[in-house]
Nanobody
Framework: QVQLVESGGGLVQAGGSLRLSCAAS????????MGWFRQAPGKEREFAAT????????YYADSLKGRFTISRDNGKNTMYLQMNSLKPEDTAVYYC?????????????????WGQGTQVTVSS
């Protein structure tokens, strides 16, 4: 089992920044690729960003490229999502997830473990 706990969400004005963290425990963190997904009210959960087991490969949703940066620190068992130039449409619950595939993965069904989510609200 892998336990994932997100933190760092909150309320921010449009144009501002937030950094989300996802702390993992339970199994060897570097055995898993990781991802961030988000779910806005009334919408399906959608892919945001993913990073492979080593941090050497990343992939982003088109709408987030250039504004969001995913990273990981295997020594700290933690993944991050730096979010800049936030927009009201970025408002959502953000979830981190882990996949045993070890490579970047964009589909929810590829992930084995999920956190409880952290709320991000961007005001206009």
């Amino acid at each position: 089992q892998v336990q994932l706990v997100e933190s760092g969400g909150g309320l921010v004005q449009a144009g501002g920044s937030l950094r989300l963290s996802c702390a993992a425990s339970g199994r060897t963190f570097s055995n898993y690729a990781m991802g961030w997904f988000r779910q806005a009210p009334g919408k399906e959960r959608e892919f945001a960003a993913t990073i492979n087991w080593s941090g050497g490969s990343t992939y982003y949703a088109d709408s987030l490229k250039g504004r969001f940066t995913i990273s990981r620190d295997n020594g700290k068992n933690t993944m991050y999502l730096q979010m800049n130039s936030l927009k009201p449409e970025d408002t959502a619950v953000y979830y981190c997830a882990a996949t045993a595939l070890r490579r970047v993965a964009t589909r929810t069904g590829e992930y084995n473990y999920w956190g409880q989510g952290t709320q991000v609200t961007v005001s206009s």
